[in-house]
T-cell receptor, first 115, second 115 residues
Framework: LAKTTQPISMDSYEGQEVNITCSHN???????ITWYQQFPSQGPRFIIQ???TKVTNEVASLFIPADRKSSTLSLPRVSLSDTAVYYC????????????????FGKGTKLSVKP | DTEVTQTPKHLVMGMTNKKSLKCEQH?????MYWYKQKAKKPPELMFV???????INESVPSRFSPECPNSSLLNLHLHALQPEDSALYLC??????????????FGSGTQLSVL
């Protein structure tokens, strides 16, 4: 079961690019990396998912190096509305029967965007 | 329809009350989940249902009783709760349980206060 480590908090200003790194040294061959965003008093929202190299969608990019022991969520030109907690989850849902990494939330990174 | 709907949004109950939380999705998802989230903490997995059968119980006290009447509905029955059970209860669904690149869709949660 891959365990993830993220910075507890990050500060940024509007218009900047924000990169949040997640460490997952024990990632297994079949594991995917999934990022969620959560606003206060709301459920987490899926942002992006990847297995290797780079993935980009309309919201963010996800960079995964060749060894896959870490990943970086990149948010381009953040705004005040991007202030939220960002969670990195790593795991393989195929081996259910016990708790799985991609169902387990770590402490997340609280991103604060200032004007 | 890509929503997971939870009712009620807020609930206040006494320690001797019996209440139920409800969750509904119409995305055809076959896996449904209950999470508990205390303030400023990450969501904690409680229960997982797959094809209407309980697949995972994360050692949750028996005062929490889940039920999955059909593939679209998930209930959480509450009885004899303690004040420390006050939290945001989140429901989620996914296409299936056991797919490596699965992603979770969350509802907005029920904010529960136990007096």
């Amino acid at each position: 079961l891959a365990k993830t480590t993220q910075p507890i908090s990050m500060d940024s200003y509007e218009g900047q690019e924000v990169n949040i790194t997640c460490s997952h040294n024990n990632i297994a061959t079949n594991d995917y990396i999934t990022w969620y965003q959560q606003f206060p008093s709301q459920g987490p929202r899926f942002i992006i998912q990847g297995y290797k190299t780079k993935v980009t969608n309309e919201v963010a990019s996800l960079f995964i190096p060749a060894d896959r022991k870490s990943s970086t969520l990149s948010l381009p030109r953040v705004s005040l509305s991007d202030t939220a907690v960002y969670y990195c989850l790593v795991g393989d849902m195929e081996n259910y029967g016990g708790s799985q990494g991609n169902l387990i939330f770590g402490k997340g990174t609280k991103l604060s965007v200032k004007p | 329809d890509t929503e997971v709907t939870q009712t009620p949004k807020h609930l206040v109950m006494g320690m001797t009350n019996k209440k139920s939380l409800k969750c509904e999705q119409h995305m055809g998802h076959r896996a449904m989940y209950w999470y508990k989230q205390k303030a400023k903490k990450p969501p904690e997995l409680m229960f997982v249902y797959s094809y209407e059968k309980l697949s995972i119980n994360e050692s949750v006290p028996s005062r929490f009783s889940p039920e999955c009447p059909n593939s679209s509905l998930l209930n959480l029955h509450l009885h004899a709760l303690q004040p420390e059970d006050s939290a945001l209860y989140l429901c989620a669904s996914s296409q299936d349980l056991g797919t490596a690149n699965e992603k979770l869709f969350f509802g907005s949660g029920t904010q529960l206060s136990v007096l």
